[in-house]
């Protein structure tokens, strides 16, 4: 049985002081997540306040990037082991703004996800089609592609802690979410790929998340679909009341 997790992606926003706000809101009314997982994914400054805040309660942190490399002279990089010890449990890479507008390649977000599976964190790997793919009949060759040039290297124990999250780039942060049928459609074709690189017991063991414009009036439906093991959350998860409505998926 796969757990359900929901995500939140904040992205660049919030200060400390707001992370912690929406973080104790989220905790005063989040209720039974017994069947499922928790995870907010504030900007790097506010992963040391909010680690505190979340030690021994059921929401966990997650870094939005990590760099590949343990140390060095990397100005402006963050390495897998620092996430660790600021206390992340999963990291990002292959966000679709990392790889349009900072010009990531998968053979980057690879070495990227490596690294994090190395130093224990468990990545969450993005993969999704821009507007122009999809309406070329391309969407899926182009998902199948990122998805394995992205676990290129990874073994069945090591996807056993990865997270993958299919995001259509059109729908992010546009308020047109995939259709149920087709978000379900995309996560089957993700199964089938981590079936033919692994097998069909690894890959019926590994979460898929949907992303893009998931909203408390659309969650409910996308998380009925077979293939849909939970939600990265960007807009929807900056408040309290409508990330608290999406972790309570029905
Ligand atoms: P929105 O929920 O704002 O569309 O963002 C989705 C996303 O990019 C999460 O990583």
């Not at 706000?21 to 790097?44: M, N, Q």
Request: charged share 20%.
């Amino acid at each position: 049985m796969r757990k359900p997790l929901i995500a939140g992606n904040w992205k660049m926003y919030k200060t400390v002081g707001e992370g912690v706000e929406l973080v104790e809101a989220l905790l005063r009314d989040l209720g039974d997540t017994h069947d499922r997982e928790v995870l907010v994914c504030p900007p790097y400054t506010a992963l040391h306040a909010l680690s505190s805040l979340l030690q021994e309660t059921p929401i966990m942190l997650g870094a939005q990037d990590v760099f590949y490399e343990a140390q060095g002279a990397f100005t402006g990089a963050i390495a897998p082991g620092m996430l660790k010890d600021v206390g992340c449990q999963y990291a990002i890479v292959g966000h679709s703004e990392r790889r349009q507008i900072f010009g990531e390649s998968d053979e980057l977000i690879n070495r990227k996800l490596r690294a994090a599976l190395a130093a224990g964190l468990r990545p969450i790997l993005c993969v999704g089609e821009i507007k122009p793919q999809r309406d070329a009949g391309q969407a899926e060759a182009v998902v199948v592609g990122q998805v394995k040039a992205g676990l290129a290297g990874v073994s069945a124990s090591e996807l056993l802690n990865t997270v993958i999250a299919y995001e259509p780039v059109w729908a992010i942060g546009t308020g047109d979410t995939a259709t149920p049928a087709d978000a379900q459609a995309m996560h089957a074709t993700i199964r089938g790929t981590l079936a033919e690189l692994y097998d069909q017991a690894t890959a019926d063991q590994i979460r898929i998340q949907y992303g893009g414009s998931v909203k408390p009036d659309n969650v409910d439906e996308l998380m009925s679909q077979p293939d849909i093991d939970g939600a990265l959350v960007g807009g929807a998860s900056l408040k309290a009341d409508s990330f608290l409505r999406i972790i309570q998926f029905r």
